[in-house]
């Protein structure tokens, strides 16, 4: 029987552990803090030896493969010695896509990736297809495979998990955009950054498609770099394209192979510059895949927006409080604040991911009146200060969540937005972005 060590026990680590097990390997899951009772739960219940809080180097370097939480960087002393005992390390889904027999749709891109997945998702549920989620959403697809394999996939890919993959094969990708984010690991270098993204070319089968913004001229350059066999899509909100999606008449128009489908932009549940992108390419996967017109513009119509990306909570004397704690980089806040038609207050820091603050100073002047900056670290809250003093005046600091929502409540009126978009990760007060964004949402119902 073969050894499969897996590093890390969160979802996609105990999903790569319940498949391995299925599969007849010897499993040995080892994470070096402290593993969650649901997991452990499931691990005890399938007999599958496990260690938390260390990690025993003789145990796993006995593997004969190793599947590597995506958190855990590359570049550490533990992975280095495991390669180089020639030892293979992968990620969780591409041990769980050897399992599987589905058509494979991988999504990425710095934003919108995880609304994409989920209106594609969406859309070809509203089809009837046999269709599951996963990645960075939804249950780990190992464990799905494992319990159930289905006819299609809808994948949301970070750049940490396209690192780990090697022999995936995508039959549709989606490269929606690429802006600085993650650099401090890729050593600072957005090339190395850029590399990673890029990779979702490189998966795709050789009759597989790639649905790609054509605004995005970084995008445009790496694909011209590169060769694929792959059929390429473009989507576009500033020209006219062939083959793919564009804007024309105030109406999205989408043709592929002859055959067109339009709507209204404003009949588009999701609303504002990038929210049109997602829905462009969602809608252009699922004509590739021949989903029928009128599911497609149901579906588009009456999706509904996720929690924390620019998620409505309550209004409270006339202002509106927006939730969007998944702006965990510089362009993700740009595109919602581009969005944002009324006086904005803004929520706004956390672990500053080496973050130019001057994209956003334009918008700032024009949309924001006050900027409360929330995080631990001074010297980030410093770096806000000093990129918006010249355009803001009112610039304070916050020394927890609901000390920020209060002030930001201060500075409000009848008509106001507080918009909580950080730009920031969220590790340095918050487990993860959720907890940051249930933390807002719970302080905004206190007022």
């Known amino acids: ?83 180089s005992m020639g030892i293979g390390v992968i990620d969780e889904l591409e041990f769980a896509g050897r399992y599987s027999k589905a058509v494979m749709i991988g999504v990425t891109g710095t934003n919108g990736k995880t609304t994409t997945t989920n209106l594609i998702h969406h859309i070809l549920t509203n089809a009837k297809m046999d269709v599951g989620m996963a990645g960075n959403v939804g249950d780990s697809l190992a464990r799905q495979v494992a319990e159930k394999d289905r006819d299609y996939f809808v994948i949301e890919l970070s750049s940490f998990q396209l690192d780990g993959m090697k022999e995936f094969a995508l039959d549709i990708g989606v490269l929606l955009n690429i802006t600085p984010d993650h650099l401090d690991r890729y050593e600072g270098e957005m090339q190395n950054y850029t590399d990673s993204k890029m990779k979702i070319l490189e998966l795709l089968k050789d009759d597989g498609a790639l649905i790609y913004c054509h605004d995005d001229q970084l ?31 105030e109406s999205l128009l989408i043709q592929i192979n002859q055959i067109q489908f339009n709507m209204l932009l404003q009949e588009l549940a999701l609303q504002g510059k990038h929210n049109i992108y997602n829905s462009m390419a969602a809608g252009v996967v699922s004509r590739i895949l021949e989903v029928r017109k009128e599911v497609i513009r149901h579906s588009l119509m009456n999706f509904t927006s996720l929690e924390h990306r620019m998620e409505h909570v309550v209004k409270v004397h006339g202002i509106e409080f927006i939730n969007d704690s998944k702006a965990t980089n510089v362009n993700s806040t740009w595109y919602t604040l581009e969005s944002m038609t009324k006086p904005v207050v803004w929520i706004v820091g956390g672990v500053d991911k080496g973050n130019n603050y001057n994209e956003l100073k334009e918008l700032v002047s024009k949309k924001v009146k006050a900027i409360v900056c929330i995080g631990a670290d001074a010297k980030s809250n410093r770096k806000i200060h000093r990129s918006f003093r010249e355009d803001q005046e009112l610039i304070v600091d916050a020394v927890s969540m609901e000390d920020a929502v209060k002030k930001a409540y201060r500075f409000g009126k009848k008509g106001d937005i507080v918009l909580l978009s950080p730009a920031c990760a969220s590790f340095d007060m918050f487990k993860n972005y959720e907890e940051r964004g249930w933390r807002f949402k719970r302080a905004v119902r206190e007022l």
């Open 1 to 83: 029987m073969q050894k499969l060590v897996v590093l890390g026990a969160g979802e996609s680590g105990t999903g790569a552990a319940v498949l391995a097990h299925k599969e007849g390997y010897q499993v040995f899951v080892s994470d070096k803090g402290e593993i969650k009772k649901e997991y452990k739960d499931v691990l005890l219940n399938l007999e599958i030896d496990w260690e938390e809080g260390q990690h025993t180097e003789d145990k796993i370097l006995e593997a004969v493969e190793v599947v590597k939480s995506p958190g855990i960087p590359d570049n550490i002393e533990l992975i280095q010695k495991i390669r």
């Open 219 to 249: 995008v445009i350059s790496e694909i011209e770099k590169r060769k694929t066999n792959a059929v390429l899509v473009p989507f576009s909100i500033k020209e006219k394209v062939d083959g793919g999606a564009h804007i024309e008449n």
